[in-house]
């Protein structure tokens, strides 16, 4: 691993598993100083990240373990199969909840943070679903295209002040919040691994390596748009 990010402060959430854990592992690997977040796990700020005031607390105690904040990487999600009826308001505002307005209230909380380092980076979590959409994903679907469309504005908001957004678009990567799916369905495991044309299921650290680039200063004139990571899939959509 190279050092491309030493004296970088992150904040990443979700970091207790899958795409979270290991954006923080790669992250650090590449000399950050990571805090991380989750609804539990080994972390260093455990809280629902839904509730009104928690990304506020997140970013105070951030900035105040790590002396400044100048990437932020919102990885908390959650998506589950539901067909359109039956798919009831509080499942649907769970996701967005979750899924959107958590990764909006985080991204608040720390812009004056970013804007004041100068060369700052959010990169957030969308998914082949904020381009398309998939049966049995209304909620995820909607959440992720509103994601894309925040890191847009974002972007276009705070690149006067040097810092960029982008928003990193996984396929099917096997993660523990998408195992049920494939175990339950093995069929579903074996479509996207065919539909990929490097046959295979993406793997967390796929995503990480991509998220570490867009981290750093290699990535300077990278910002305002989604990057598909999903081994080649959608190029048969």
Not at 197 to 218: H, M, Q, T, Y
């Amino acid at each position: 691993m190279s050092m491309r990010l030493q004296g970088r402060k992150a904040v990443v959430t979700g970091a207790a598993s899958g795409i979270g854990a290991a954006v923080a592992a790669r992250l650090a690997a590449d000399g950050a100083q990571v805090f991380t977040a989750d609804i539990q796990g080994e972390v260093d700020f455990v809280a629902d990240l839904t509730g009104t005031d928690a990304n506020t607390r997140l970013v105070a105690k951030a900035n105040a373990r790590m002396g400044g904040l100048d990437i932020v990487v919102p990885c908390a999600g959650i998506s589950t199969f539901h067909p359109l009826e039956g798919h009831d308001d509080a499942y649907f505002q769970r996701v967005l909840d979750v899924n959107l307005i958590a990764v909006f209230r985080l991204v608040r909380e720390a812009a004056a943070h970013l804007k004041a380092h100068g060369a700052g980076r959010i990169v957030t979590i969308g998914s082949t679903t904020s381009t398309y959409g998939d049966e049995g994903l209304c909620a995820y679907s909607a959440s992720k295209h509103a994601v894309l469309g925040l890191t847009k504005s974002i972007a276009a908001e705070l690149g006067p002040f040097g810092v960029t957004a982008t928003c990193v678009q996984p396929g099917a990567i096997d993660t523990p919040m998408t195992a049920p799916a494939f175990d339950q369905m093995p069929e579903y495991r074996t479509f996207w691994e065919g539909k990929a044309p490097l046959r295979r299921l993406g793997k967390p650290e796929d995503i990480a390596d991509v998220v570490a680039f867009l981290c750093s200063e290699d990535a300077r004139f990278v910002s305002g748009h989604g990057l598909w990571v999903d081994g080649g899939a959608m190029v048969r959509h």
